[in-house]
C-alpha cells in the first residue's frame, strides 16, 4: 500500500462530465473516486481545484452547496482551493455585436504549485492528476526532477485527453463512466461538527 494524493481540475473534469451525461455526475465524492481509481493506496490529500461562479446567482448557490458539502464530508482529506474567472467582452468581428465571456485564471498555476510542493515534501508515493490539460507538461517534468521517485497519473475526464501527457507518462488512463456512477456523494451530506445539511440540487438530477 502507498499512500496518494490527488489533485483535480475542477473545471476541466466538470466540462468533461457534462458532456459525457449532463448533469448526472456532478454530485461527485473525489475522495472515493480516488479510492476507486487507487484501490491499493491509501488516499491522505485530495485538492480540488475551481473558481467561484461570476452573475448567476443559482448557479452560485449550487457550486456553494457542492463544495460545502465536499468539504463536510470528507473533513481532513479535502481542500478546495480557488482560483478566479474574469470577465472579457468579445465582439464578433462579422456582425459588430458584443457579449462577455468569463475565463478561468489561476487554476493551472495552483496546480502546478501543488504538485512541486508534494514533490519536494516526498511525504507520498504517487500523485494522482485528474486533468487532461497539456499545460501542466512542465510541472510534472520539475516535479519528476525534483523527486525521481513520485509517481505520477494522469486520469483524463470523459472527453478529455492530452496526447501530450500521455506521451509523458503513459500510465494516463480515462476515466470511466462507472467510476463516476459510483463515486457521488449521498443525496444529503450532514456536517458532523456543525450539523448542517446539504442536498443535492434537483438541478442536477
Given at each position: 500500500m502507498g499512500r496518494t494524493a490527488v489533485l483535480v481540475d475542477g473545471f476541466n473534469l466538470y466540462h468533461g462530465m457534462k458532456k459525457q451525461r449532463g448533469r448526472r455526475y456532478l454530485w461527485l465524492d473525489h475522495v472515493e473516486l480516488?479510492?476507486?481509481?487507487?484501490?491499493r493506496d491509501e488516499i491522505?490529500?485530495?485538492?480540488?481545484?475551481t473558481a467561484p461562479v461570476l452573475d448567476d446567482a443559482d448557479a452560485a448557490d449550487r457550486q456553494r452547496t457542492y463544495l460545502e458539502a465536499l468539504e463536510a464530508h470528507n473533513p481532513g482529506v479535502l481542500t478546495v482551493v480557488k482560483g478566479r474567472y474574469q470577465r472579457k467582452r468579445m465582439r464578433?468581428?462579422?456582425?459588430?455585436a458584443d457579449w462577455i465571456s468569463y475565463e478561468?485564471?489561476?487554476?493551472d498555476v495552483n496546480i502546478a504549485v501543488a504538485l512541486m510542493e508534494?514533490?519536494?515534501?516526498?511525504?507520498?508515493?504517487?500523485?494522482?492528476?485528474?486533468s487532461a490539460d497539456s499545460d501542466l507538461c512542465p510541472a510534472v517534468r520539475s516535479a519528476r526532477r525534483v523527486n525521481p521517485q513520485l509517481t505520477?497519473?494522469?486520469?483524463?475526464?470523459?472527453?478529455?485527453?492530452?496526447?501530450?501527457?500521455?506521451?509523458?507518462?503513459?500510465?494516463?488512463?480515462?476515466?470511466s463512466e462507472t467510476k463516476l456512477r459510483q463515486s457521488q456523494l449521498p443525496s444529503v451530506v450532514r456536517d458532523?461538527?456543525?450539523g448542517a445539511k446539504y442536498v443535492r440540487p434537483t438541478y442536477w438530477q
Open positions: 480516488a479510492s476507486r481509481l487507487r484501490r491522505v490529500d485530495v485538492r480540488y481545484f464578433c468581428r462579422t456582425c459588430g478561468e485564471k489561476e487554476t508534494i514533490a519536494a515534501a516526498a511525504e507520498v508515493d504517487a500523485v494522482l492528476v485528474v505520477i497519473v494522469p486520469a483524463f475526464p470523459p472527453h478529455r485527453r492530452s496526447g501530450e501527457l500521455s506521451a509523458l507518462l503513459p500510465s494516463a488512463f480515462t476515466i458532523s461538527v456543525t
